[in-house]
């Protein structure tokens, strides 16, 4: 279904961190930007669509006190808003927001970081773009943070913390899907696989939490009001995000799934693991009786190569790109 | 990220360098001139004085108190003042050398771990056979019974998700070192570009499923249809769980001894193995966290008592790998040789035999590259690499 295309190289090796790979389509310069997180450093390349032209730049974490170890960067995404694209930034420090080509740094958010180390680890991880101007990202106590973003200029403000997560979190899925029939905006997820699944607005409104069973959602996606949540074990499930029932579940991975995407024109579900496999599923949702199907279509394995990062390049899934602990290179595939 | 990794990649480094240790140790003489200095007793005694200066109350206490992770430079001086507390003198090369492998066997550990949380049963693995190196000192027993009863204490309430972020930390620690050890290569465990071999095969971890079944159910919560996919590997039943108790059968062999097995002398030479392609945290500019670090290892030293002569006279100089056999081939920048310093001034602790120590590790490397092997006195070079680790 797909073949290797050739690969894009990284000016440093990527880390182990879920969801470690986040892709920005800009149709109009036919470019694609890539970044993958190396420790404290965020590596982004642009890509010309016609494979000629690479452009790197890397972005660091923003320090406390010099004196202080240096922040360790947990995740970098892009998050599409109708008049903007910020690149988002969340590392042990805060959070740091970018213009999309990562030129100028636009907000900058502490976090509460104790004096001395405390047991508790302090960082944020977690970011989604939700309807019109909002960019939510979680944090380690739980919390998740929503910050209104003006459609130009710096002005960004802190506009709710919402406490429903009491262990950390782990990722954060918008509705992906385009249409705005859906009553449920966002899906926040934790490390004890907690699902919540907020309605936005000025005040965020709890629709519902779907229980995990202390096992880590390291991945969650929205798409069509159906949740697609990787976890720990390997197991992928599909729930409705608003009634939580359980649609399917698959043993999908042999180890920790550490990314999933959609590509939400077809419905194309991406999964990535520890466990060198890379799997494209085919979700197809029946509205008249409301269930959903899901149909295995492919796997590539990646040698010798924990995955840590994986997205479609396009809405409609025809590429898709990886990255691997350790690994300077994303390498794509294209459909055959 | 995570605050509670230390003392897990003090354990574990720790218990990899003592494998060493005792495995060359036992090695026998090439030489017919040279007596055997290391009788069972010196080996015995070394490895008990090590284990003692690493389980030591205090500086166990100072690991398990929440902190990032150090420098590879700290950790590798850490390991050596460790290996110093006895009467056995490493130097640099070989030093270097064992850093190199110690390193990348926890690497292979931490990568391979079936389960985030599994990375305490290695661990375990490491403090059983810690514990078996010195049953013949109760004390010594007593020290590494009361440390693991610590270890049970902070990490086994720890979720799966906690677990994970102490991997994922580890393994930024461990990030881009692809040192090949030819024990690794010759068992396929490691490709000759240095990556590790990740199999898809063999059990799934506890309480994983084997992939390969999807599931559908009605809105009512009834599994209404089943199928399956192809999985593209070929995978068994999950493991068993291992035991988190003081002893116990820890079910997975990463964290064993894989020196154990006696090597044949088969007369060669060390060959060489590549040194590590980029040197993580090692720059050109003095670290400013370095003068940090030091301080730190100075307050964790003040409770490690040295043993005997520090300085030389009467210490056995132990040469563990051929010095000048390691090939250079890559000559990568950023190589420990020739790494300017900046000037650390040391602060003065309780314990000055430590600050002392430190003192001159500090001043050893600043010289490094530069010293010349030093002619032994009592101590020649006892031992000749029989093969490469």
């Known amino acids: 279904m797909y073949h290797k295309e050739k690969s894009i190289q990284l000016k440093s090796s990527a880390s182990a ?34 494979g000629l032209n690479y452009s790197h730049r890397q972005l660091q974490s923003k320090e406390g006190n010099v004196a202080t170890s240096s922040s360790l960067i947990l995740q970098a995404a892009w998050c599409v808003l109708p008049a903007r694209e910020l690149l988002v930034l969340t590392s042990q420090k805060g959070i740091q927001m970018y213009e999309s080509d990562g030129s100028i740094m636009v907000y900058w958010h502490a976090l509460d970081s104790p004096e001395t180390p405390t047991a508790q680890a302090v960082f944020a991880r977690g970011i989604a773009a939700v309807q019109e101007k909002f960019v939510c990202v979680g944090v380690s106590s739980g919390s998740l943070l929503v910050f209104d973003v003006p459609s130009k200029g710096s002005n960004i403000t802190l506009s709710e913390m919402l406490e429903e997560h009491k262990e950390p979190l782990t990722d954060l899925g918008s509705e992906c899907s385009g249409s705005q029939e859906f009553i449920a905006d966002l899906v926040s997820a934790d490390d004890s696989g907690l699902l919540c699944v907020w309605k936005s607005g000025d005040d965020f ?44 579940e698959i043993n999908a991975h042999a180890r920790w799934i550490y990314s999933l995407d959609i590509a939400p024109f077809t419905g194309l579900l991406l999964s990535a693991a520890e466990d060198s496999l890379v799997r494209v599923w085919h979700l197809t949702l029946t ?13 590539e394995c990646v040698t010798d190569t924990q995955i840590c990062g994986a997205k479609f390049c396009d809405g409609d899934g025809y590429a898709f790109a990886v990255t691997g602990y350790d690994l300077s290179e994303i390498i794509r595939y294209t459909q055959a | 990220m995570s605050t509670r990794t230390l003392p897990l990649l003090v354990a574990n480094l720790g218990g990899e360098m003592l494998y060493i240790l005792d495995q060359r140790l036992r090695a026998p003489d090439l030489s017919d001139n040279r007596t055997a200095l290391w009788s069972e007793e010196d080996r015995k005694t070394v490895l008990t004085v090590i284990i003692s200066a690493m389980f030591s109350k205090g500086f166990m206490e100072e690991l398990l108190k929440p902190q990032g992770l150090y420098s590879h430079r700290a950790m590798r001086t850490l390991l050596t003042r460790l290996a110093h507390a006895s009467i056995m003198r490493l130097n640099a090369a070989s030093m270097d050398r064992l850093y190199e492998l110690v390193v990348m066997a926890f690497k292979y550990q931490v990568l391979l771990c079936p389960r985030p949380r599994d990375l305490l049963l290695i661990t375990f ?16 027993v007593n020290q590494v019974d009361e440390v693991q009863r610590r270890l049970i204490e902070t990490y086994t309430r720890l979720s799966e998700g906690e677990f994970q972020l102490i991997r994922q930390t580890l393994l930024t620690f461990l990030q881009d070192m692809h040192v090949r050890v030819s024990l690794f290569l010759k068992d396929k465990l490691q490709n000759p570009s240095g990556r590790f071999v990740l199999v898809t095969t063999g059990p799934v971890p506890h309480a994983s499923d084997v992939p390969g079944l999807i599931r559908i159910f009605n809105r009512k919560g009834r599994e209404v249809k089943r199928r399956e996919f192809p999985a593209g590997g070929s995978y068994t039943s999950p493991m068993r769980e291992g035991s988190f108790e003081m002893f116990g059968d820890r079910a997975t062999r990463l964290g064993t001894n894989m020196y154990s097995v006696t090597p044949v002398a088969d007369g060669k030479t060390s060959g060489a193995s590549m040194n590590p392609s980029q040197h993580p945290k090692g720059t050109a500019e003095p670290n400013p966290m370095a003068k940090e670090e030091l301080n730190l290892l100075a307050r964790l030293m003040g409770g490690v008592e040295g043993q005997g002569n520090l300085s030389g006279d009467g210490a056995f100089q132990v040469n563990l790998f051929i010095a000048g056999q390691e090939e250079d081939g890559t000559g990568a920048p950023g190589e420990v040789e020739g790494e300017p310093f900046g000037v650390i001034n040391i602060q003065a602790t309780t314990d000055q035999l430590a600050s002392t120590e430190l003192a001159r590790i500090a001043g050893e490397f600043a010289e490094d590259g530069e010293r010349p092997d030093e002619p032994s006195s009592k101590g020649e070079d006892l031992l000749a690499m029989m093969d490469d680790l």
Not at chain 1, 287 to 299: A, F, G, K
């Open chain 1, 17 to 50: 961190l879920y969801n470690n790979l986040s892709v920005l389509r800009i149709g109009p310069r036919s470019l694609t930007h890539f970044t993958v997180v190396h420790a404290n450093v965020v590596n982004m390349v642009s890509a010309s669509w016609d």
């Open chain 1, 205 to 248: 409104q709890l629709l519902n939490k779907i229980p995990g069973f202390e096992v880590t959602c390291s991945s969650v996606k929205l798409w069509k009001g159906i949740v697609a949540a990787g976890y720990g074990t390997g197991q992928i499930r599909l729930y409705e995000a608003i009634t939580g029932i359980l649609h399917a």
């Open chain 1, 287 to 299: 509205p008249e009786t409301n269930s959903v199907e899901i149909e295995h279509m492919y796997n």
């Open chain 2, 125 to 140: 693995n490491h403090t059983d056979a810690i514990r078996n190196f010195v049953k013949h000192s109760p004390a010594t």
